[in-house]
């Protein structure tokens, strides 16, 4: 049994009078990979913030390490790095002195892995950041909080802004140094096949409450898709028959989504007339879009010509 | 290196060496900028003083009559300096983010009081020692006690304002607002006597002289106006002050450095981080906007209408007119706020 690095209990936020987060529990278990997604506005990285002791929650307890956080306390944060998108890289410095003022801050620097990553990204230090790109200066922000060697690194949409090439790369030296150091990793992102990828646990925000979170396999598992191939097709008696499932049809193929296991909607379509009964895994991105749409997250979409 | 290496991350000390790096990177232009801007004037009033006569005199003569002359253009840029170091922080150097990292609020206070204090002592010391210099090149043997006096108490005076700033500036984020509770903040005592004077309305003059005085040592503003020359022996007025006017001054401004100093810490420690992106770090200080407003509408209303009330009657109807516009203002600025015409900032992702 893994410990608990981060317990967050019974958490609530507030923001001028709109509740941000509502009674969030959360336990992220040490040297585990985190995947934290949800709708816009739903909280992410309000979250985070109050993880690291930024925000203040309303009420609630967050622990680091068993540790209640303080309201403010550097040397909790000198075992937590934050990589946000915005960013807090001075803009008038290069990128030599800004190193040197993170080597001051974090007691656990690592110098020399700090020149290969500056190396693996081609960046010279004698560059200011001011003139750096936005995917440039998220690789910048890459290496640092590699450097720093936290225990726990909070990675807010770090794959923003970097072509497939930087971002692949960019995914593999987090995984390399996280699993060298034993680094347990909350990785926000609205790109769900790189947290399906990069993650073994994933939660779910939406509206400020939390919809689901476990192992990435447990929670793909919310949904099964279950397809039948009906000989006779769609007629009005096989309809009847799977009224309640309501299933796509593509051809003779019916498709329908079970909530759970699978074994009732297989019946279904097995009593119904099916041939033969499949039962496919969804991906992680399609198990999301159906949590959200249970709960009425939906927007219309429109055709050309409709606007 | 253990020992060093402890002194880096002692994070019961005041300043970081982090934080005391990255200060001096993102605001030495300003730091450097206010001690150039208080040392300049006295440089160049020496050296045109050397040209022209007996230059011991004229130093006596500096002394005595410069700080009175300078003070009000120095005090704005301590001042200055106060906010600047604060609001600079914020908008170029990305201070609410940088906050994320592993430091914490108070080192960040007290670094930027560190260096404000260093601006302020360095630039007088520097000036002090010229002129004591100047002093002893034209023949005076000795150090003279009135430049040391002077020095001494321009520093405090500067410390005071500059304290003042940034007490005000842990509270404020916008800086015109800013600038104007720093004003408030040193002078309030000089404007409530000027209420109490006008509800006294010279019925009373033994009773409004004292709140005079009384206003007048408790105002910093009224201090450094009225008692410089107390400092300067060689003005004629010194004989009506004693030694011990000097040192109740002294204390006072103490008392003021120490509190503006807890104050701006405690307040800076208690800023909820999404307001920090705010006009001001405090919602219940836009109180203060309303009051200012609703005070200057009754003002208006009344001069216009040409009111012959003197004393409480007239005290009465100013407040009479000030409460209502107090709402009236409340609700024009929250519409204001509400069709986001008012974003002095961004806001906060979630």
């Not at chain 1, 923001?15 to 992220?28: E, H, M, N, P, S």
Request: charged share 15%; net charge positive; hydrophobic share 50%.
């Amino acid at each position: 049994m893994t410990s608990s690095l981060v317990t967050v209990e019974n958490l609530d936020k507030t923001f001028r009078g709109q509740k941000v987060l509502t009674r969030i529990d959360w336990a992220i278990p040490e040297g585990s990979i985190y995947g934290l997604i949800g709708s816009n506005g739903s909280g992410k990285t309000t979250l985070c913030r109050l993880i690291l002791g930024i925000l203040w929650p309303d009420s609630g307890l967050v622990t680091v390490g068993g540790v209640r956080l303080p309201q403010e306390s550097g040397r909790a944060r000198q075992q937590m790095y934050y990589v946000g998108a915005d960013s807090r890289l001075g803009r008038g410095f290069r990128i030599a002195e800004w190193a040197r003022y993170e080597q001051l801050m974090y007691e656990q620097w690592n110098a020399a892995r700090f020149q290969k990553l500056l190396q693996a990204f081609e960046l010279e230090p004698s560059q200011r950041i001011g003139e750096l790109s936005y995917g440039t200066k998220t690789q910048l922000q890459i290496a640092l909080a590699l450097s720093a060697s936290p225990k726990l690194l909070i990675l807010d949409e770090p794959t923003n802004g970097l072509d497939l090439v930087v971002k692949r790369q960019v995914l593999q030296l987090i995984l390399d140094v996280v699993s060298e150091d034993h680094t347990t990793v909350i990785f926000i992102s609205h790109l769900i096949e790189d947290v399906e990828r990069l993650c073994d646990q994933v939660a779910l925000l939406h509206r400020g409450q939390k919809l689901i979170d476990g192992p990435v396999d447990m929670v793909k598992k919310t949904f099964t898709r279950v397809q039948g191939f009906f000989p006779e097709g769609a007629t009005p008696r096989v309809k009847d028959n799977l009224r309640e499932v309501s299933p796509e049809w593509s051809g003779r193929m019916a498709a329908g989504i079970a909530r759970g296991t699978p074994d009732g909607l297989v019946e279904q379509f097995r009593s119904a007339g099916a041939l033969y009964v499949d039962v496919v895994d969804m991906d992680l991105a399609e198990v999301v879009r159906r949590l959200l749409e249970a709960e009425g997250y939906k927007r219309e979409t429109f055709h050309a010509g409709t606007l | 290196m253990k020992r060093s290496m402890q002194g880096r991350f002692n994070f019961n000390g005041w300043i970081l060496p982090a934080v005391r790096y990255r200060e001096w990177r993102i605001n030495r232009s300003w730091y450097i900028l206010a001690a150039a801007m208080l040392v300049a004037p006295w440089f160049v009033q020496l050296y045109n003083d050397f040209k022209v006569g007996p230059a011991h005199i004229l130093i006596i003569q500096l002394m005595g009559g410069y700080g009175n002359t300078t003070i009000a253009a120095s005090t704005v840029i301590a001042g200055g300096l106060g906010l600047v170091v604060f609001w600079y922080d914020f908008s170029q150097g990305r201070l609410a983010y940088v906050l994320e990292g592993a430091v914490e609020r108070r080192h960040v206070w007290w670094t930027k009081a560190f260096y404000v204090s260093a601006t302020i002592i360095g630039a007088y010391l520097l000036t002090g020692i010229a002129m004591e210099g100047a002093w002893l090149a034209v023949g005076q043997s000795g150090v003279s006690i009135t430049i040391v006096d002077a020095m001494a108490y321009l520093i405090l005076v500067h410390l005071v304002i500059a304290a003042t700033a940034m007490m005000v500036g842990s509270a404020i984020g916008n800086v015109i607002y800013a600038a104007i509770g720093v004003v408030v903040m040193v002078a309030w005592p000089t404007l409530l006597q000027s209420v109490i004077e006008m509800v006294i309305g010279g019925s009373a003059y033994r009773l409004e002289v004292g709140v005079q005085n009384l206003m007048a040592a408790l105002s910093p503003a009224s201090v450094i106006s009225n008692h410089l020359h107390l400092y300067v022996q060689s003005t004629p007025k010194v004989v009506a002050f004693s030694r011990f006017d000097q040192w109740l001054i002294v204390l006072w401004f103490g008392v003021w450095l120490g509190a503006m100093g807890w104050l701006g810490q405690r307040l800076f420690q208690k800023i909820l981080w999404e307001r920090f992106f705010d006009a001001f770090y405090f919602p219940v200080l836009w109180n203060g906007v309303y009051a200012g407003l609703a005070l200057v509408t009754a003002w208006v209303y009344e001069a216009v209408n040409g009111s012959n009330l003197v004393g409480v009657n007239r005290l009465l109807l100013l407040l009479g007119i000030a409460a209502p516009m107090f709402f009236v203002w409340r609700w024009i600025v929250r519409q204001i706020g509400r069709r986001a015409l008012w974003k002095m900032r961004s806001g906060v992702r979630s």
